[in-house]
Every structure is written in structure tokens, then in C-alpha cells.
């Protein structure tokens, strides 16, 4: 979805729903598909800061054996609870 939002509800700057949606799946391990058309350099230029960030990144690829799970969603305010991991595992 990262990229593929567009102006709706009121939001003009959607890249505040592009952050959240690409940092939602990264902490939850899943994989990191791109999904729009990376031709387009205005919708490009708008993710690159995010699909580059390190630390999201970085987030995603501490695989803690299972992706954690979502243990609450209330006003609007999702909360998870993330696998336990081992520094010392090899991955």
C-alpha cells in the first residue's frame, strides 16, 4: 500500500498513511513489497525517506521467530506486543 495512497478524508499529506502503514508491516516482519509504479518520480520521491529509513528496516529483519501480535486497538491507537528476541541467536 506504501505509495499507493491517495489525497481522501481530509488528509492531503498522505505520507504520514504511507509511514504508517510501511512501519506496520516492517515491525511486524513481514516482507517489504513495493507495490506502486516506481517509475513515477513524484510517488517516488514522496516514499523514498520511507522505504530507505534504516531503523524501519532494521526493525524488520530482527525476525523474533513469529511477528508478534496486536494486542489492542482503541481511539484510533493500535498497540502491539513484539516477539521476544535473542541477541545472542544466530540468524
Known amino acids: 500500500q506504501t505509495g499507493n495512497f491517495m489525497p481522501q ?4 499529506d498522505v505520507s504520514i498513511m504511507d509511514q504508517t502503514i510501511f512501519s506496520s508491516w516492517a515491525i511486524s516482519s513481514n516482507p517489504l513489497v513495493l507495490g506502486f509504479d516506481v517509475t513515477n518520480k513524484t510517488t517516488m520521491d514522496r516514499v523514498w525517506p520511507i522505504i530507505t529509513n ?7 529483519q530482527q525476525w523474533g521467530g513469529h511477528p508478534g501480535r496486536q494486542i489492542s486497538y482503541a481511539n484510533y491507537t493500535v498497540t502491539y506486543e513484539l516477539a521476544e528476541t535473542d541477541p545472542t541467536a544466530e540468524t
Open 54 to 60: 534504516n531503523e524501519t528496516l532494521a526493525v524488520n
Open 9 to 12: 478524508y481530509g488528509i492531503d
